[in-house]
């Protein structure tokens, strides 16, 4: 971490020194960064659930607010966030069928899909909608709700980990 920081120190130094100097003329026209159609999500890492006994014989379990997704975008028109499941192709054999995951968002947009449950596919479905710009961030609020609680067994008197892996995919609308 020292090595690091004594190789980064002179490099910043070199940098404003460079910057301190630079003739106006030349820092007006080289200081200029235009970044088009930004957009990008991030999400909450992780949606742990024990369903009970009833949960599981009512066969679903619902978490509302599970999953918190930050939008950003500089696109004037906006932004869609599109949503899909990964299978258990890698070699797991304990996932949830992503059609037993469902989603919806809680979250006010232009998109019905997801406005009330909706099962998961492994192709993108848009998850949510915005026409216009959000450059700092739109919290977009997604309920989770497991579905088909009864056939997804546990090792007798104890749990099992079903593991999936969701997508969440940020492109700028035309």
Not at 18 to 36: G, R
Not at 65 to 77: K, M, R, W
Not at 86 to 115: E, K, M, W
Not at 141 to 170: C, E, M, R, W
Request: charged content about 10%.
């Amino acid at each position: 971490m020292k090595i690091t920081s004594k190789i980064l120190a002179p490099v910043a130094i070199a940098a404003f020194a460079f910057l301190a100097v630079a003739p106006k003329a030349n820092a007006d026209t080289a200081a200029t960064l235009n970044i088009s159609n930004y957009t990008s999500v991030t999400s909450t890492p992780t949606v742990s659930v024990t369903p009970t006994l009833a949960e599981i014989q009512s066969t679903s379990k619902a978490v509302p607010g599970a999953i918190t997704l930050n939008v950003t975008t500089n696109n004037s028109t906006g932004c869609h966030v599109a949503v899909s499941a990964l299978t258990a192709a890698d070699g797991r054999t304990s996932a949830i069928s992503p059609a037993d995951i469902q989603l919806q968002s809680a979250t006010v947009g232009t998109n019905t899909a997801f406005a009330s449950y909706a099962g998961l596919t492994t192709t993108p479905a848009t998850l949510w909608n915005t026409a216009a710009s959000a450059v700092n961030g739109t919290a977009v609020t997604v309920d989770v709700k497991f579905a088909s609680l009864d056939l997804y067994k546990a090792v007798a008197g104890g749990t099992k980990a079903y593991i999936n892996t969701i997508v969440f995919t940020a492109t700028a609308n035309p």
